[in-house]
């Protein structure tokens, strides 16, 4: 017993007449009575009554017309399912954000934005440092990430920088540049200060290019702490621990407790938001993921 002939059983129970039946099916009566004649030697029941002016169900005919409805409806919805997977319009995404990541207006909204247009995909969001992505799209655990500044480079993987903002000096509430009442701070303003970095070990990513522009700018800067992400940076500011260097997206964290200042040096050191993903894997949900940020990040930086 197949689909097919629970197909042609429905058909005749529905029409009542195996010769009507055979029209909408498309073929011709006598292989139809002998799908039905197999189908009933395969159960070993008879599921109809044969009489001059047609067929009745049985009671073993009438049980299996509302167990063949159900098959039917499923199995057409699992194909419904798969044509939409194939289209880009179901099935799930896995999606690692750092947390600098997701504070940017940008990249909850596209989420919200995925959500509505694609409903039938289901998002598994993940948090984790800019080298855990990268490591978590090698490995297969993530599809898609949002991150800022690249810590690495694997083969295999696409990085596309989809928005720059400026980065901000953040400091205790009550810090002593903060009395001078100035908007925008110089780096070399901040050469005595301890600073709390944001890095991995060998893979400095954004801060690379903070602790360069220090040097360049002829001091090195006094490492109080390096963590492992920005909010816990951001946490220790708040604590009076130091200063750091976000970006201008991170300034709502703790605003009884920490005021942020632009820096001076921002135009040439600013904050990334960059989309990676595997570009083998890039068809069905994780091509329409893809597609709606483009258009999404090109309408944020507007027309060029």
């Given amino acids: 017993?197949?689909?097919?002939?629970?197909?042609?059983?429905?058909?005749?129970?529905?029409?009542?007449?195996?010769?009507?039946?055979?029209?909408?099916?498309?073929?011709?009566?006598?292989?139809?009575?002998?799908?039905?004649?197999?189908?009933?030697?395969?159960?070993?029941?008879?599921?109809?009554?044969?009489?001059?002016?047609?067929?009745?169900?049985?009671?073993?005919?009438?049980?299996?017309?509302?167990?063949?409805?159900?098959?039917?409806?499923?199995?057409?919805?699992?194909?419904?399912?798969?044509?939409?997977?194939?289209?880009?319009?179901?099935?799930?995404?896995?999606?690692?954000?750092?947390?600098?990541?997701?504070?940017?207006?940008?990249?909850?909204?596209?989420?919200?934005?995925?959500?509505?247009?694609?409903?039938?995909?289901?998002?598994?969001?993940?948090?984790?440092?800019?080298?855990?992505?990268?490591?978590?799209?090698?490995?297969?655990?993530?599809?898609?990430?949002?991150?800022?500044?690249?810590?690495?480079?694997?083969?295999?993987?696409?990085?596309?920088?989809?928005?720059?903002?400026?980065v901000l000096a953040a400091l205790p509430v009550g810090h002593r540049l903060l009395a001078r009442r100035r908007r925008t701070l110089h780096l070399r303003d901040l050469r005595d200060e301890r600073f709390i970095l944001v890095r991995q070990a060998g893979a400095a990513g954004l801060y690379a290019q903070l602790l360069a522009l220090c040097e360049k700018q002829g001091f090195t800067p006094v490492v109080a702490h390096e963590v492992g992400r920005m909010m816990t940076a951001l946490n220790l500011v708040a604590a009076g621990d130091g200063i750091a260097v976000v970006p201008a997206s991170m300034q709502g964290a703790h605003p009884h407790a920490i005021e942020y200042r632009l820096l001076e040096s921002s135009r040439s050191l600013d904050a990334p938001l960059t989309m990676v993903y595997r570009k083998s894997d890039c068809q069905g949900a994780l091509k329409s993921f893809v597609d709606l940020v483009h258009a999404a990040a090109k309408a944020a930086v507007g027309p060029s």
């Avoid at 070993?44 to 169900?57: A, E, I, Q, S």
């Avoid at 999606?95 to 596209?110: K, R």
């Avoid at 855990?132 to 480079?153: M, N």
């Fill in 1 to 166: 017993m197949d689909l097919k002939h629970l197909r042609y059983f429905v058909a005749v129970a529905e029409t009542g007449h195996i010769t009507r039946a055979a029209a909408r099916l498309g073929m011709q009566q006598p292989p139809l009575s002998q799908q039905i004649r197999a189908l009933e030697e395969s159960l070993g029941t008879t599921l109809f009554k044969r009489h001059p002016k047609g067929v009745t169900l049985t009671e073993s005919g009438e049980m299996l017309l509302a167990d063949s409805r159900r098959l039917l409806a499923e199995a057409e919805a699992v194909k419904t399912r798969m044509k939409a997977v194939a289209a880009g319009h179901a099935g799930v995404l896995s999606i690692g954000i750092t947390s600098s990541a997701a504070a940017h207006a940008f990249t909850p909204q596209v989420l919200r934005d995925c959500r509505t247009q694609f409903p039938g995909i289901a998002l598994q969001i993940g948090e984790d440092h800019a080298a855990g992505i990268t490591d978590g799209l090698v490995g297969g655990r993530f599809q898609c990430g949002f991150l800022r500044v690249p810590v690495a480079r694997p083969p295999g993987l696409v990085f596309e920088t989809l928005l720059r903002e400026p």
